[in-house]
Nanobody
Framework: QVQLVESGGGLVQPGGSLRLSCAAS????????MGWYRQGPGEERELVAV???????NYADSVKGRFTISRDNAKNTVHLQMNSLKPEDTAVYYC????????????????WGQGTQVTVSS
């Protein structure tokens, strides 16, 4: 069984910073992609940033230059450093991973964390 556990959300003033972390645990064989999605009130879930096993990254246009995603392959963790936060960044942030477990017949499967609330408000 695989679990993704997020941490680091909270309340911050506009212009402030937060760092989100996500740790994947369980019978993991390999992780192809790790990333962050978010869902604001009344909105669809959207991609924020992803990082591939080789280190390449992809960001939503709305966060480019402000957010940085990083990954520790040895610890199966992913981080999202969020700077210059804006009220429109307020959302529940979900960790996401596409991975294979140690089961011999497993195929890459997408897993989600429970989500962590980020609120940007004065």
């Amino acid at each position: 069984q695989v679990q993704l556990v997020e941490s680091g959300g909270g309340l911050v003033q506009p212009g402030g910073s937060l760092r989100l972390s996500c740790a994947a645990s369980g019978s993991i064989f390999s992780i192809n992609v790790m990333g962050w999605y978010r869902q604001g009130p009344g909105e669809e879930r959207e991609l924020v940033a992803v990082i591939f096993s080789g280190g390449s990254t992809n960001y939503a246009d709305s966060v480019k230059g402000r957010f940085t995603i990083s990954r520790d392959n040895a610890k199966n963790t992913v981080h999202l450093q969020m700077n210059s936060l804006k009220p429109e960044d307020t959302a529940v942030y979900y960790c996401n991973a596409v991975l294979r477990t140690t089961h011999p017949s497993d195929v890459p499967t997408r897993y989600w964390g429970q989500g962590t609330q980020v609120t940007v408000s004065s």
